[in-house]
């Protein structure tokens, strides 16, 4: 059969024009058209992009493209992306198929959604991890694979995925002290890493993390240059591995400051706006209220705030934690966490762990960013 160069070259025209004269844009002037129309009908071809065509547009040849396209590092860099704007450009797309029966692999990774204190809100924070973990797999020709995990006997789904080769590893996030998951696909062999797991005791495995206790004392040591004394925290119920991590940074910030922790000034809740707002009330109902609350989530602010301004608190601090787009949008001070960055090195950690090459370091820590507004500058 002929190929897409050869009808180029019988109509003597560049290969892009011959492929764009066959997919019938009309943008390409009438003449081309024609040409390239009978010089295929002369070689009797109908147009079907291949590898060699890839191979032809790019200057090299076939077996760089297929080690090109199935990222072998072998491959310089600029000869990679040579091929890939090839591909691109003739709209190529490898036989997946054919591919995962030779290299024995999905092509695909697994990431189970996040389980609400409130369903009918969604986590902005881990939306855009994800979105910013699909570019990440999308650029190395992976997929992601979501998935609900079920409440009782969670890890059962991790097992058919990788029994069945529906996936070739695993993202995990919400880790949990002694979490089942991690503890089963240690036994499945099973590659992983996590968002998450730098206050875990001795952990032992590959994972990206943000710095939530640095997060808070940096929040804390902000109030108390302001001034204030009395500053209250809102977190969630002890047990939770990030909201402990936030509390200890609360704990340690007022303690180097030498301010006794009052127990009377923690209140604990779900992240649940409602249950928020109630928590600001028994705060702000003690004999010496805080001048200033410390939310350990951006949800948990907007459950102060509502609260507060409800009851005309007009000069009380908040702060929460996240950046959420609303946060921005009421001008509460919060914590900003570098999400594009914890996608990209933990998609990068997870592909050292499914090549069997793990990366020289698998255990990356970020730091946060305060972002400061006038819910504590008035």
Not at 40 to 68: F, H, M, P, R
Not at 133 to 153: G, K, N, R, S
Not at 191 to 203: C, R, S, T
Not at 271 to 300: F, G, Q, W, Y
């Amino acid at each position: 059969m002929a190929s897409l160069k050869e009808v180029a070259d019988l109509a003597q025209v560049p290969m892009l024009d011959a492929f764009r004269a066959l997919k019938n844009d009309p943008s390409l002037d009438a003449l081309t058209r024609q040409r390239v129309s009978e010089a295929a009908e002369a070689l009797n071809y109908e147009l079907k992009i291949t590898q060699i065509d890839v191979a032809e547009l790019a200057g090299v040849g076939k077996g760089t493209v297929s080690y090109a396209l199935n990222g072998n590092e072998l491959i310089k860099p600029a000869t990679r992306e040579k091929v890939l704007a090839a591909a691109k450009a003739l709209g190529y797309r490898p036989n997946i198929m054919a591919r995962n029966l030779k290299t024995n692999r999905a092509w695909a990774i697994g990431y189970s959604w996040h389980v609400h204190d409130d369903p009918s809100r969604m986590n902005n924070l881990l939306d855009e991890f994800i979105y910013r973990v699909t570019f990440a797999a999308e650029a190395e020709h992976f997929h992601l694979l979501t998935f609900i995990q079920p409440q009782e006997d969670a890890e059962r789904v991790y097992d058919e995925l990788i029994s069945t080769n529906r996936v070739d590893g695993f993202i995990l996030s919400d880790i949990r002290y002694d979490d089942p998951r991690i503890e089963r696909l240690f036994a499945l062999d099973a590659p992983f890493a996590a968002f998450g797991g730098m206050f875990l005791p001795d952990p032992q495995f590959a994972f990206v993390d943000v710095d939530g206790k640095k997060g808070i004392e940096m929040v804390v040591n902000h109030l108390l240059e302001l001034g204030h004394e009395r500053i209250g925290l809102i977190n969630w119920h002890p047990g939770m591995v990030v909201g402990d991590a936030r509390e200890a940074g609360y704990r340690s910030a007022l303690e180097r400051a030498g301010i006794a922790v009052d127990p009377m000034r923690i209140a604990y809740t779900p992240n649940i706006l409602r249950s928020a707002s109630d928590a600001t009330e028994r705060l702000m109902s003690v004999k010496h209220p805080p001048t200033a609350i410390v939310c350990t989530n951006d949800v948990m602010a907007f459950g102060a705030r509502a609260y507060l301004d409800e009851m005309g608190y007009r000069h009380v601090a908040l702060t929460g934690y996240d950046d959420d787009p609303t946060a921005q949008f009421l001008g509460i001070t919060s914590v900003r966490q570098p999400i594009q960055a914890v996608a990209t090195a933990l998609f990068d950690l997870l592909l050292g762990e499914i090549n069997h090459d793990p990366r020289p370091q698998r255990q990356i820590v970020f730091e946060p960013e305060l972002i400061i507004r006038r819910s504590t500058v008035f």
